[in-house]
């Protein structure tokens, strides 16, 4: 299932907001160099989704703030997982 995530770097703490229509806010404490967000964004929906890394690709915006992510879950989990953060 492919989600678009628009992600705020530098924040206070992790956060996800779920907008509906596979669409995500995220808020990451990582800064937005070296691509150290992109990691801590894998990172965190690892946890997220309770799977691991190699589940989980950015697709497209390496370097922006909105970006497409492949998770390599079933469709019926994630929205299940996402509608808890609503």
Same mark, same amino acid.
């Given at each position: 299932? %492919? +989600? &678009?995530?628009? $992600?705020?770097? /530098? =924040?206070? *703490? /992790?956060?996800?907001? @779920? !907008?509906?229509?596979? =669409? #995500?806010? +995220?808020?990451?404490?990582?800064? =937005?160099?070296?691509?150290?967000?992109? *990691?801590?964004? $894998?990172?965190? +929906?690892?946890? $997220?989704? /309770?799977?691991?890394?190699?589940? %989980?690709? %950015? +697709?497209?915006?390496?370097?922006?703030?909105?970006?497409?992510? *492949?998770?390599? !879950?079933?469709? =019926? &989990?994630?929205?299940? $997982? #996402?509608?808890? @953060?609503?």
């Amino acid at each position: 299932m %492919i +989600l &678009h995530i628009e $992600v705020k770097p /530098n =924040a206070k *703490q /992790n956060e996800i907001f @779920y !907008l509906g229509e596979n =669409a #995500l806010k +995220l808020k990451i404490k990582a800064p =937005a160099t070296e691509g150290k967000a992109n *990691q801590a964004i $894998v990172e965190f +929906l690892c946890k $997220v989704f /309770n799977t691991s890394k190699s589940k %989980i690709d %950015i +697709l497209k915006g390496t370097t922006s703030k909105f970006k497409k992510i *492949q998770v390599d !879950l079933r469709e =019926a &989990h994630i929205k299940e $997982v #996402l509608e808890k @953060y609503k």
